[in-house]
């Protein structure tokens, strides 16, 4: 069955890095675009980075412009998010999705990022 397994959160100090993975199985990674969103508690899920089917485009909402790098490796079926100077305004809980181009769309389950003293 399809699944998309976010890891690599944690709890780290502003100005600190994470990163995060996301692992996917039942479905052929390479022909789907990978995003990541977060959802802040009180929030709205809102888009952060999108990553094209063999990682040479990139996306980033201008919030986490030049802090975030967005990657894939096709052949380990993953995606990362690199998140570097982190603010105390990047803690949610991270998901990322997978979607095709017939509409497909699949979900992780999210892993929390919280950034505090």
Not at 49 to 55: D, F, L, W
Not at 77 to 106: H, I, W
């Amino acid at each position: 069955q399809v699944q998309l397994v976010e890891s690599g959160g944690g709890l780290v100090q502003p100005g600190g890095s994470l990163r995060l993975s996301c692992a996917a199985s039942g479905f052929i990674f390479s022909n789907y675009v990978m995003r990541w969103y977060r959802q802040a508690p009180g929030k709205e899920r809102e888009w952060v980075a999108t990553c094209g089917y063999s990682g040479s485009i990139t996306l980033y909402a201008d919030s986490v412009k030049g802090r975030f790098t967005n990657s894939r490796d096709n052949a380990k079926n993953t995606v990362f998010l690199q998140m570097n100077s982190l603010k105390p305004e990047d803690t949610a809980v991270y998901y990322c999705s997978a979607d095709n181009r017939r509409g497909q769309v699949y979900w992780g389950q999210g892993t929390q990022v919280t950034v505090s003293t």
